[in-house]
């Protein structure tokens, strides 16, 4: 039973590039989440899918941030242009609809330092 | 605004004393509440949760409350191991599968 991956695990790019970032959820989770993390907070939420349909965005997400889940089963979430700002903790979780209490399980993270 | 507020940023407990964490919230359309567990460079990693019909949820050493007036909840472990030694999230959520709203995180430490 594999939990939720990501990968990269760490990315270091230089403020103006382009980056992609990939999660693989639990296998018969059909619910898939974004949310962002700093020093010394809790994570913020991004996004979110239910199968291929992106039900929620934060007001948070910029027009530089965009995601995709394209079957139903991995997700990418893109930012392009970073700035320093961008560096934080990027996580993703899954969970199973219908649920009772709404458990989502977290992947280890990617970590996104930008120079 | 911050609708999930962890008061105290650190607690230090001696091991098998109980470790108490808690949790305000001001959402009233807060219906679920979960703890989660982070150690450094990990993702979280739930807990345990409770919905808002019930006041009370047990797992093993860890024990949820809700005070839904107050609205408040707070998590009990007990006893406390030094392994428990992380950071404590609590989180919420309106309805169940939306979005999880967290707290600021409480550094657990529990001293041999």
């Known amino acids: 039973d594999t939990g939720v991956s990501q990968d990269p695990r760490h990315k270091i790019t230089k403020r103006g590039q382009n980056v992609t970032f990939r999660c693989d959820p639990i296998s018969e989770h059909n619910r898939l989440y974004w949310y962002r993390q700093t020093l010394g907070q809790g994570p913020e939420f991004l996004t979110y899918f239910q199968n291929e349909a992106q039900l929620e965005k934060s007001r948070l997400l910029s027009d530089r941030f965009s995601a995709e889940r394209p079957k139903g089963s991995f997700s990418t979430l893109e930012i392009q242009r970073t700035e320093q700002g961008d560096s934080a903790m990027y996580l993703c979780a899954s969970s199973i609809r219908d649920r009772v209490y709404n458990e989502q399980f977290f992947g280890p993270g990617t970590r996104l330092t930008v120079l | 605004d911050q609708q999930v507020k962890q008061n105290s940023p650190s607690l230090s407990v001696q091991e098998g004393r109980i470790s108490i964490l808690n949790c305000d919230y001001t959402?009233?359309?807060?219906?679920?509440f979960l703890w989660y567990k982070k150690y450094p460079a990990e993702g979280p990693t739930f807990l345990i949760s409770?919905?808002?019909?019930?006041d009370k949820n047990e797992d093993g050493r860890f024990t949820v409350f809700l005070n839904k007036s107050a609205k408040h909840l707070s998590l009990h472990i007990v006893p406390s191991q030094p392994g428990d030694s992380a950071v404590y999230f609590c989180?919420?959520?309106?309805?169940?599968?939306?979005?999880?709203?967290f707290g600021e995180g409480t550094q657990l430490t529990v001293n041999p």
């Open positions: 959402n009233s359309m807060f219906d679920y």
């Open positions: 989180a919420a959520s309106a309805t169940s599968g939306s979005r999880l709203t």
């Open positions: 409770i919905s808002s019909i019930k």
